[in-house]
């Protein structure tokens, strides 16, 4: 692994691997448990493949129970455990740990109940996002929330980091669209969070686990809601000479109380690599291209496309192109869903961000990541939800160079303190992991994330889920709020500071 700062690996539990194999493989009989080298290589990493690591085992239930026991027994063993789904993860969250037992989510990939009257699905948490709307289109509905990587991405993952997709400006994130869980406790209790109900009694435990990151709870069930799709949808791909000018169309439309299906906006560099990719029209004599998307019944998206026509010459567009049928409309989108791997035929490798501003910063955001691409000899390219202010920077850069992936974590970190600094947060949907848990502190003063840290133990008091993601320092929760340096010595030197 590189030189990202880990928690130290326990040298207990690294010198009784062999029995932690030998008890978990009478858990999961089989083929569920992967103990070989080789056979691990597949799993030492998330999307964030810069950052690798072999775990030290890893296991995939197939059961509720057989979550439930390896949980407790780890519990009992003081064993860390690594959650994972489908591994799209871009922030590390699924980075395992050389001393922890890495929990693959894989095999729950049934869909257990479609209810079409009340318009749910119930899934197992190694169901792909896409595999929700196949299931339910015949019948005219779809799942809402549509990452990039929702061919493949699961729904539990997908509850993990709360993932978006180019609709979630009008029909909301992942936390918008669960109804409801099943999770399991690192102690191995089996609990239910919410429903098919809209307005669960209680405390919100389900908004506390939607994004939580792997660090309270396995989630091995999910309920949530499917929407019937609109009457008609149509979108309008509109060039501009400029990416401040793209912005500021993007701010006018919202302003307009105009709220698109999708709204999302790519600049020169990804406008081409997509166009040589997909082949879907993109003009490319423009330095920024919007994709908006209106949906609802016909006459309503008629007026809505004339308003947006308008605002988008007012800002000096340079073209506008309609969709005329629903495969030219996809056709449309095909580019934008295809950027990520198209941007990756123009660079050995490439760093993705994510961080979410105001909408009305956009113009200066974008006018400050092309000052520090020019202070850092990379190139950017921008392809991100124009409509919440969630950008996608990808800085492209050359691994092989010696010093270049750290120009660009470096590119990457200064992109988020910008975003922050505008007002923005540290991430939109791909989470903190551990890409970003070492800036939590440009946005969370300690006070701040000690009661985040309470959160965490009151679910995992002894640290074994996830650790090393997110919080910038490891703390014992019995500790917790009595740290501090007297005259030059921290308390508890043992403990882990990144």
């Not at 669209?177 to 009694?201: T, Y």
């Not at 998307?293 to 605002?311: C, F, Q, S, Y």
């Not at 000096?316 to 941007?343: D, H, N, Y």
């Not at 974590?409 to 540290?426: K, N, S």
Request: aromatic letters at 6%.
């Amino acid at each position: 692994m590189t030189g990202l700062a880990m928690p130290k690996p326990d040298a207990a539990t690294l010198g009784r691997r062999a029995k932690i194999v030998a008890d978990l493989a009478l858990v999961v009989p089989g083929e569920g448990v992967v103990d070989t080298v080789t056979e691990m290589r597949a799993f030492e990493s998330d999307g964030l493949t810069a950052y690798r690591q072999l775990p030290l085992v890893v296991v995939l239930p197939e059961t509720v129970a057989q979550v439930s026991r390896i949980l407790k027994y780890c519990n009992e063993h003081n064993i860390r455990v690594v959650p994972r789904g489908s591994g799209t993860s871009l922030s590390g969250g699924a980075l395992p740990l050389e001393d922890a037992v890495l929990l693959v989510m894989s095999r729950f990939n049934r869909i257990l109940e479609i209810d079409f009257p009340n318009r749910t699905v119930v899934a197992q948490p190694g169901v792909t996002n896409l595999g929700i709307t196949h299931a339910v289109d015949q019948e005219g509905f779809y799942y809402a929330p549509d990452p990039s990587s929702q061919i493949a991405c699961s729904i539990g993952g997908n509850v993990a980091e709360n993932s978006g997709g180019v609709h979630c400006l009008k029909y909301g994130l992942t936390t918008n669209n669960v109804l409801g869980i099943e999770m399991v406790l690192m102690d191995g209790d089996v609990v239910r969070l919410g429903g098919r109900h809209l307005d669960p009694e209680g405390y919100d435990l389900l908004g506390v686990m939607t994004g939580s990151e792997g660090l309270l709870g396995v989630v091995t069930e999910v309920t949530v809601r499917i929407l019937k799709k609109p009457e008609t949808a149509r979108a309008l791909l509109i060039g501009f000479p400029t990416s401040e000018q793209g912005g500021q169309c993007v701010a006018d439309i919202i302003g307009a109380g105009i709220i698109p299906g999708g709204m999302e906006m790519m600049d020169r560099p990804a406008i081409h690599a997509a166009e040589d990719f997909v082949h879907a029209g993109y003009p490319l004599d423009c330095e920024a291209l919007l994709i908006v998307e209106l949906d609802g019944p016909g006459v309503e998206v008629d007026h809505l496309i004339g308003l947006v026509e308008k605002i988008a010459v007012d800002n000096g567009s340079t073209t506008c192109r309609i969709s005329q049928s629903e495969q030219e409309r996809l056709t449309f989108w095909a580019g934008r869903k295809a950027a990520f791997p198209a941007v990756g035929r123009i660079s050995p490798d490439y760093y993705c961000m994510d961080g979410t501003i105001p909408r009305k910063e956009l113009p200066r955001v974008l006018a400050g990541m092309r000052e520090l691409s020019q202070q850092y000899g990379l190139r950017v390219a921008n392809v991100f939800h124009a409509g919440d202010g969630n950008l996608h920077p990808l800085i492209l850069y050359d691994a092989n160079v010696e010093g270049e992936l750290d120009k660009a974590e470096a590119f990457g970190a200064d992109i988020l303190r910008l975003c922050v600094r505008v007002g923005g947060v540290l991430t939109g949907e791909h989470g903190v992991g551990v890409e970003k848990r070492d800036l939590m502190p440009e946005m969370f003063n300690q006070v701040d994330l000690d009661q985040q840290m309470r959160v965490k133990c009151a679910f995992d008091p002894n640290h074994l889920l996830n650790p090393g993601k997110v919080f910038p320092q490891l703390r014992r929760c019995a500790e917790l709020g009595r740290m501090h340096v007297h005259r030059g010595q921290v308390a508890f030197p043992d403990i882990p500071r990144f």
